[in-house]
């Protein structure tokens, strides 16, 4: 019995390894984002079920089939059909578990047909939190060609200080791996262009720069009224980022290193103008100023507390106007409005977090961020899902590179024009830059 028994595990075994080549087979050759089978580029997106996944609760993709509790009886367990059902996971490795690496680790951990397998980090402290965070099966190392260079890893996301993005995201695409960048794509125009040109040499591949407002619901259904041509022809936009006022050693340290307010922080409403004028725009001039009362110190560092910069998109046809500062007393609040020949669109009016406002004796209040971490929260998930089915299942993405490469181009500009105190004519550098 037990013999007989034995037996038929093995023909199930034998069957169920054919299904796994045929069905892997099928989903590379179908697959329209799937790299060039040759050597430099071998596959990389796991097929059918990825045997460590069955080990970590991390590495569990969703099977949506019956499971078992041991790793050494599932093969048997498993019929033909659940095999079929078990979707691809995107096998993301994260350079940087600083404060946003760790917010994205998490996210990652907590989403669906995506985890993180590799971390690339060096401080002691981090290395020993991603550890604890991966497991047993899980790489982290402080070595990044090592890192980038796995063969566990499908996908890196970098999240290192910005004077690494332009040599990190050359490295991955060397090694074959998607990328998906936090903002700003690199350092200064010429590394942003660079990487733009770049990544046009690796067709099969992936490569993105996180703006989380992308992916925020309220700007998204923005872009698709504006797309609708519910308000007409855009004219002019409106944004800004105003952050909670934080009289910190964390605040000076980080402004002497942050580039100015315009590349840091106001660089995501640039972003996200783009983004929601859904066009191939050319910025052709800049105009930025403010003031440091606040902190009198900024100066030092050639930047300010509160930033007004003036954007021509294509001459004079539309105007960016976008403010960025660092001396909100009621908390976060990111802000912007959208004009047309027929309408306008505001989102996010009131710096309000939820939908929920206290009534009592001093009055009505609502509740507000206290930061652009906690007031796209959910943005950020949806942005890491966006990167996934981008890549597993070729889902139109609403990321765009060369938007990233522009926005550095008018973020620097904006910080030129403030210094200077002259207005900038933008020139975006071109593919040998
Ligand atoms: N989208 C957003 O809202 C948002 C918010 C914050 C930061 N960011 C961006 O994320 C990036 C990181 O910012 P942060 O605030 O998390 O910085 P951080 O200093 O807190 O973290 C940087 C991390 O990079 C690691 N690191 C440094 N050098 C490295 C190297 N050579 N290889 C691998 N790892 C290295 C450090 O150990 C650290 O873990 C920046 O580009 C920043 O602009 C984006």
Same mark, same amino acid.
């Given at each position: ?8 595990? $093995?023909?199930?075994? $034998? ?19 799937? =790299? ?9 997106? =796991?097929?059918? #079920? ?36 078990? &979707? &691809?996971?995107?096998? #993301? ?11 994205? #680790? ?20 981090? !290395? ?22 796995? &063969? ?8 290192? =200080? ?21 903002? =700003? !794509?690199? /350092?200064? &125009? ?7 040109? @770049? ?25 698709? $009224? ?6 007409? @022809? ?20 980080? !402004? ?13 409403? #640039? ?43 294509? /001459? ?14 009621? /908390? ?11 309408? $306008? ?28 971490? @906690? ?59």
């Amino acid at each position: 019995m037990l013999r007989q028994s034995l037996s038929v595990l $093995r023909i199930q075994q $034998r069957k169920l390894n054919r299904i796994g080549r045929v069905w892997s087979a099928a989903a590379f050759s179908t697959s329209p984002l799937a =790299p060039p089978r040759t050597p430099a580029h071998p596959p990389r997106i =796991p097929q059918v #079920i990825n045997p460590p996944a069955l080990l970590s609760s991390h590495f569990t993709p969703p099977i949506h089939t019956t499971t078992t509790t041991t790793v050494h009886t599932t093969a048997a367990i498993h019929t033909t059909a659940n095999i079929m059902t078990a &979707p &691809p996971v995107l096998r #993301i490795g994260v350079a940087g578990a600083g404060r946003m690496g760790r917010i994205h #680790i998490e996210n990652i951990l907590s989403l669906s047909r995506v985890t993180v397998t590799a971390v690339c980090t060096v401080l002691p402290h981090e !290395i020993e939190w991603a550890k604890s965070v991966l497991g047993p099966e899980g790489v982290v190392t402080p070595d990044y060609n090592e890192f980038v260079n796995l &063969p566990n890893v499908d996908a890196v996301l970098l999240v290192t =200080p910005t004077g690494f993005h332009k040599d990190q995201v050359f490295g991955a695409l060397k090694a074959g791996k998607h990328v998906l960048c936090e903002k =700003p !794509i690199a /350092g200064n &125009p010429a590394d942003a262009w660079a990487v733009y040109y @770049e990544s046009l040499k690796y067709p099969n591949l992936k490569v993105a720069c996180a703006f989380p407002r992308r992916y925020a619901s309220v700007f998204v259904e923005a872009a698709r $009224r504006i797309k609708n041509g519910e308000i007409g @022809e855009v004219t002019t936009l409106r944004s800004q980022t105003t952050d909670l006022y934080q009289n910190d050693e964390f605040l000076i340290n980080y !402004i002497k290193h942050s580039g100015g307010i315009f590349v840091d922080c106001t660089i995501h409403d #640039i972003d996200a103008c783009l983004y929601l004028l859904g066009k191939d725009v050319l910025p052709t001039s800049a105009y930025g100023t403010g003031s440091a009362n606040l902190f009198p110190q900024f100066k030092e560092f050639g930047d300010v507390d509160d930033a007004l910069g003036l954007v021509n998109l294509d /001459g004079d046809k539309t105007v960016m106007n976008v403010y960025g500062s660092r001396n909100n007393r009621h /908390g976060h609040h990111t802000m912007t409005e959208i004009m047309g020949t027929k309408g $306008r669109i505001l989102i996010n009016g009131q710096p309000r977090l939820l939908q929920v406002d206290i009534s009592d004796e001093t009055g009505t209040r609502m509740i507000g961020a206290k930061s652009h971490m @906690e007031l796209f929260t959910e943005a950020f998930k949806l942005e890491i899902e966006g990167f996934r089915d981008w890549i597993l299942d070729g889902t139109e993405a609403h990321f765009n590179l060369k938007d990233a490469a522009k926005a550095v181009s008018i973020a620097y500009s904006l910080m030129e024009s403030l210094r200077s105190k002259h207005s900038v004519d933008i020139a975006l550098p071109g593919p040998s830059a």
